[in-house]
């Protein structure tokens, strides 16, 4: 570690060492960052970029919400976007620009006061507005890849430019992009709308989950993307995965595509018990699940 310490160049946010990566996720789970660092501003991670050592390598931690971090952690460098820059946002022409660390919860109240709609979807997708062009993410008819118009990147260079959606290879409920590119900020495209409008779509979108889906719980969304012919918990629920349970893991009696962790669930029991629901349902149907959520980090402390 001593010689790691000595490697990082001089920042001016924070670094973290050996810091448990389950304080971040929705799972709760996951072992250390081998170095966590908090960059101040742009200037400041694009600083570490071009002097960290060559071959270290580094992550982008978003809101952590579609994340299944491995018990033994993962090595090298997170980042972490959290300092107040990387929230901002600014509205020209109905164009809504927002830094990728802004929660997306966060923005039904930018939505309500500026009165802009088209992004309400945004508002109950969990995480931050820079994981949602990763995933692709999309709900209630609308996704990422039809409401944005640009995005600020940086790559591992510390280089900065822009980039138009084609860039971004979007497909449902992923994209294709360098991985070194890290969100600076993201330009939706919005529309003019009554706040009373907006705040009926929120509320009813709000309540459609309150409905269907499991709340205040450890969860991390949709494990698996639905397949092109059919629906991912159907096809959980008909190979019986939906009544399977691996240590504090298990899936939710309401919306059995939704993974839990009771409290007691280490990252290997998540990660087990996904594989087996996913071989369960290719026996059965010949239907190879794909992971919504993203898996990363090692298998144990010394992999």
């Not at 459609?208 to 993307?225: C, D, I, L, M």
């Amino acid at each position: 570690m001593k010689e790691i310490k000595q490697s990082l160049p001089p920042v001016r946010g924070k670094y973290k060492f050996d810091e448990p990566l389950r304080k971040y996720t929705w799972l709760n789970v996951g072992g250390p960052a081998e170095v966590m660092f908090f960059p101040q501003d742009e200037a400041d991670l694009q600083f570490f970029l071009r002097h960290k050592p060559q071959n270290m390598p580094v992550f982008i931690l978003g809101g952590g919400s579609n994340l299944l971090v491995r018990d033994g952690g993962i090595s090298g460098v997170v980042i972490k976007l959290d300092a107040p820059e990387f929230s901002s946002w600014r509205l020209e022409n109905n164009l809504l620009t927002a830094g990728s660390g802004l929660k997306n919860a966060q923005l039904k109240k930018i939505l309500l006061a500026e009165c802009i709609g088209g992004l309400e979807f945004i508002c109950s997708i969990p995480g931050s507005i820079g994981g949602l062009l990763r995933s692709n993410a999309g709900c209630f008819g609308s996704e990422v890849s039809k409401v944005l118009l640009k995005a600020r990147v940086m790559n591992g260079h510390g280089e900065i430019f822009e980039v138009q959606p084609e860039d971004f290879n979007f497909s449902y409920r992923e994209s294709r992009f360098p991985e070194d590119w890290i969100i600076l900020q993201v330009s939706f495209k919005t529309e003019k709308m009554p706040a009373e409008k907006i705040k009926e779509i929120i509320e009813k979108n709000a309540a459609y989950r309150k409905e269907h889906q499991p709340q205040n719980v450890r969860t991390a969304g949709s494990t698996f993307k639905n397949p092109l012919n059919g629906r991912a918990w159907e096809f959980i629920k008909n190979a019986g995965g939906d009544r399977l349970k691996i240590g504090g893991a298990s899936f939710s009696e309401k919306h059995c595509n939704f993974m839990l962790n009771d409290g007691s669930a280490t990252a290997a029991d998540l990660e087990t018990l996904g594989q087996k629901v996913h071989d369960m349902v290719k026996a059965q149907t010949g239907v190879d699940l794909q992971w919504e959520v993203k898996v990363i980090g090692k298998q144990h402390g010394n992999d």
